[in-house]
């Protein structure tokens, strides 16, 4: 047993979407600013955190075999704790501790700031602790963070949503939308910046409603643009928009804002009116469509990535040809799909017409084909181009990364280069999840992203701890 005052460390487990991702870089934040550290590789660590998603597919599952996995290591190490929070700890509450009553902590989305809190509070009453906030304390973002990265970083401008998509449980478990003070959002943008961050993604739900909650439906056009003018940003990206708030203003500053990306990713769920309007998706395939012929003309050169949800209840054959012809004719870069199962607490779940999860699979695997060899055939035609890499991953002599337009791109590692830096290279030839390039870089910008990310390495070696947020894979026999 670890005594009471020694440092204690901790894991965090993500499961679910980047906002997920984001909240565990505030929830690690706030237990680095308590006196938390993170637990070296190999080591078993004083504190889990599970960061769940009540979205995706089995997130519950998922989360009980984590813990089952678990529990004999609580029963011998009874001052290890585990603590659950997001999505999942919002709609379950006090059913999680029903099911794991070994469980320290359950926390909710809106209260990510008071875990060491409740932590301490747990230990010395030796009793599980449950808080749950109906409404946001304190906007995530500005609370403190351990970043997962050095030179990319998101910075989230809304909470939540007005939407009411039949088979989204967001609305009920994030509430409405929130929208974040635009000079808010700017500081901590130029504060990331100033830190040596060159990519920012901007995150919201329904990023492009942002506004609404302020009454101004140009706000989001306005935020892209003022972000372009932060000196030292070499790339903006922001997700997920939604089609129905997606007007021309925010084409606009999309082309004429040289440090917006030329990549869209914009959900479509459904290639079915039909099917669009049972889910509740406020347009059609015409309105996506436009949208989509907009991009293209005002940005010849850019990228679309979608979602798409397979086997919703209603859909028949003939629906789901309908999603496979709107593939082919309006070529994805990418699309992640979804075989769509309930999700308790949603209207879709009580629909009549669920279809079998065979045909369900069958489906998922006709359009996951089609859409591999579409990716393809889009790769294919930059064969021969020169594209921009922001470097993400270098292994000895082989290094990744991704272009402006979000394709992901292996090359061969110049010496020297680092994460964070650009190069320019050759596609030589594609692959329907990548392209690879041919012969060594033409050029390489050695940029304050990559003096960031060797900065950071250097002060992680020379401290001996990790970079970024260490999860549960490094606990001991996991
Ligand atoms: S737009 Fe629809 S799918 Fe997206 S978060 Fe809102 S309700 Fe959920």
Redesign the pocket.
């Known amino acids: 047993m670890s005594p009471v005052n020694a440092t204690r460390t901790y894991v965090i487990q993500t499961l679910g979407c980047q906002m997920n991702v984001h909240d565990s870089e505030r929830i690690a934040g706030s237990l680095d600013a308590a006196g938390y550290v993170p637990a070296q590789d190999g080591v078993e660590p004083d504190l889990v955190v599970f960061n769940t998603c009540a979205v995706r597919e089995n997130a519950d599952n998922k989360l009980y075999g984590h813990l089952s996995f678990l529990a004999p290591t609580k029963k011998t190490r009874p001052d290890m704790q585990i603590a659950i929070g997001g999505c999942l700890a919002q709609k379950d509450q006090g059913t999680i501790l029903k099911k794991a009553p070994y469980v320290d902590v359950v926390f909710g989305t809106h209260n990510v700031g008071s875990l060491p809190a409740l932590l301490e509070r747990a230990r010395i009453e030796q009793s599980a602790q449950i808080e749950i906030k109906e409404a946001l304390e304190h906007f995530p973002s500005t609370l403190p963070a351990r970043r997962h990265s050095a030179f990319s970083a998101w910075v989230s401008i809304s909470v939540g949503?007005n939407?009411?998509?039949t088979f989204?449980i967001?609305?009920a478990l994030r509430g409405r939308e929130k929208d974040r003070p635009q000079a808010e959002i700017l500081d901590e943008v130029r504060a990331l910046v100033a830190d040596g961050v060159n990519e920012i993604t901007l995150l919201g739900?329904?990023v492009n409603a942002y506004g609404v909650d302020f009454g101004d439906r140009t706000a989001f056009a306005k935020l892209l643009r003022e972000c372009g003018r932060v000196e030292g940003l070499d790339r903006i990206r922001f997700m997920s928009p939604?089609p129905r708030d997606f007007t021309d203003d925010v084409i606009e500053a999309m082309a004429e804002t040289p440090n917006v990306m030329p990549h869209l990713h914009m959900p479509l769920q459904s290639g079915s009116d039909r099917i669009l309007q049972s889910m509740r998706r406020s347009y059609r395939v015409d309105r996506y469509r436009g949208i989509i012929e907009k991009v293209r003309k005002s940005m010849p050169h850019s990228t679309i990535t979608t979602d798409i949800i397979v086997g919703f209840p209603g859909e028949d054959e003939s629906d789901f040809q309908e999603t496979m012809n709107l593939c082919t004719e309006l070529r994805f870069l990418a699309a992640y799909t979804f075989q769509y199962s309930k999700r308790p607490g949603t209207p879709a779940a009580e629909m009549p017409d669920q279809i079998a999860p065979e045909i369900v699979a069958e489906r998922y695997t006709r359009l996951h084909e089609h859409l591999n060899a579409l990716s393809q055939s889009v790769n294919q035609e930059v064969v021969g181009n020169t594209a921009e890499v922001l470097v993400t991953d270098v292994e000895g002599s082989r290094a990744s990364g991704k272009s402006r337009d979000f394709r992901l791109v292996h090359f061969d590692a110049l010496e020297g280069v680092r994460p964070g830096d650009l190069v320019d290279v050759v596609i030589g030839s594609a692959k329907p999840h990548f392209v690879l390039a041919k012969g060594a870089p033409l050029s390489w910008r050695k940029t304050r992203g990559g003096d960031a990310f060797a900065a950071r390495k250097k002060e992680a070696e020379a401290k001996g701890v990790m970079l970024g947020i260490p999860t549960l894979k490094s606990v001991p026999g996991k």
């Open positions: 949503c939407n009411t998509c989204c967001v609305p739900q329904n939604h």
